[in-house]
T-cell receptor
Framework: DTGVSQNPRHKITKRGQNVTFRCDPI?????LYWYRQTLGQGPEFLTY????????KSRLLSDRFSAERPKGSFSTLEIQRTEQGDSAMYLC????????????FGNGTRLTVT | GQQVMQIPQYQHVQEGEDFTTYCNSS?????IQWYKQRPGGHPVFLIQ?????EVKKQKRLTFQFGEAKKNSSLHITATQTTDVGTYFC?????????FGQGTILTVHP
């Protein structure tokens, strides 16, 4: 169990640019979640996958955000035309599959949009 | 939608004092989970409570789940500097966890 791995750890980008983050979950976990966290707040749900199927996407998520998990293993989160309000920590988590299973979080990708 | 609220938002204690954070949900929960996030770190799972009125202990930490399964608490006895961090409760709903805003604990030696 090597844990959940996220890359990059930090990303600084200019407003209007596109960015992509990667998450490698724990290998035997079939559920993968993306959360966003800003300073002083709890993780905010963005989307999740059961294997390769994206089962839910937060209504708070604009169309500029898209996530994929093409083979049911790693996942990518892309943000197009970044805005300063997108600056946050993007956390990936995985779980064995039951809806109430505890989440195993990665170290996150900190995005700064200038 | 489901809301999970935590109080207090901040708690400053002297080392050796006790600490309690409270979690309230707007809806009944099938279970409640608690996580700890150290400064600069990521949330780490602590415990899950499932049964109404359940109490679980982990060394100096005591977790309770309310009878109505809508509230929970975490109590730390005799805090230590290693307890610093943010404590989150989280409740599942429709396949995803909803987190509270957390309680930030600082411990002064």
């Amino acid at each position: 169990d090597t844990g959940v791995s996220q890359n990059p750890r930090h990303k600084i980008t200019k407003r209007g640019q596109n960015v992509t983050f990667r998450c490698d979950p724990i290998s035997e976990h079939n559920r993968l979640y993306w959360y966003r966290q800003t300073l002083g707040q709890g993780p905010e749900f963005l989307t999740y996958f059961q294997n390769e199927a994206q089962l839910e996407k937060s209504r708070l998520l604009s169309d500029r955000f898209s996530a994929e998990r093409p083979k049911g293993s790693f996942s990518t989160l892309e943000i197009q035309r970044t805005e300063q309000g997108d600056s946050a920590m993007y956390l990936c988590a995985s779980s064995p599959g039951e809806a109430s299973s505890p989440l195993h979080f990665g170290n996150g990708t900190r995005l700064t949009v200038t | 939608g489901q809301q999970v609220m935590q109080i207090p938002q901040y708690q400053h204690v002297q080392e050796g004092e006790d600490f309690t954070t409270y979690c309230n949900s707007s809806t009944t929960l099938s279970n409640i989970q608690w996580y700890k996030q150290r400064p600069g770190g990521h949330p780490v799972f602590l415990i899950q409570l499932v049964k109404s009125g359940e109490v679980k202990k982990q060394k100096r930490l005591t977790f309770q789940f309310g009878e109505a399964k809508k509230n929970s608490s975490l109590h730390i006895t005799a805090t230590q500097t290693t307890d610093v961090g943010t404590y989150f409760c989280a409740g599942p709903r429709y396949g995803k966890l909803t987190f509270g805003q957390g309680t930030i604990l600082t411990v002064h030696p």
